[in-house]
């Protein structure tokens, strides 16, 4: 089983632009396609984006598509998530996770999740 530990989380205003960092400590994420996923308050969780564990194939969200991108380390022990011009809707915790499906396009298709960091972007 993965562990995924993520960082990076805070305020910001709307434009503005954070990254979140996910890591793990086994050298374990060739073996899984990993994704963001976020949960705003009130709200079901969201498939934010995934990237395949051979690095083939890229999904993302609608709404974040143009403004976040998705990057690993070479070594496949830490992904980014690199988000610019937030809008309040981003507003949410966000969680790394991993999936033992090739091609995961949905937050019900991840097995395994970091603990979450939060993300506000202020008005």
């Known amino acids: 089983q993965v562990q995924l530990v993520e960082s990076g989380g805070g305020v910001v205003q709307a434009g503005g632009s954070l990254r979140l960092s996910c890591t793990t400590s086994?050298?374990?994420?060739?073996?899984?396609?990993l994704g963001w996923i976020r949960q705003a308050p009130g709200k079901e969780r969201e498939f934010v984006v995934g990237?395949?564990?051979?690095?083939?194939?890229?999904q993302y969200s609608d709404s974040v598509n143009g403004r976040f991108t998705i990057a690993e380390d070479n070594d496949k022990t830490a992904i980014y998530l690199q988000m610019n011009n937030l809008k309040p809707e981003d507003t949410a915790v966000y969680y790394c996770?991993?999936?033992?499906?090739?091609?995961?396009?949905?937050?019900?298709?991840?097995?395994?999740w970091g603990q979450g960091t939060q993300v506000t972007v202020s008005s």
């Open positions: 086994d050298r374990s994420f060739s073996r899984y396609t």
């Open positions: 990237i395949t564990w051979d690095g083939l194939r890229t």
């Open positions: 996770a991993a999936a033992e499906m090739y091609w995961a396009r949905r937050a019900a298709d991840y097995n395994y």
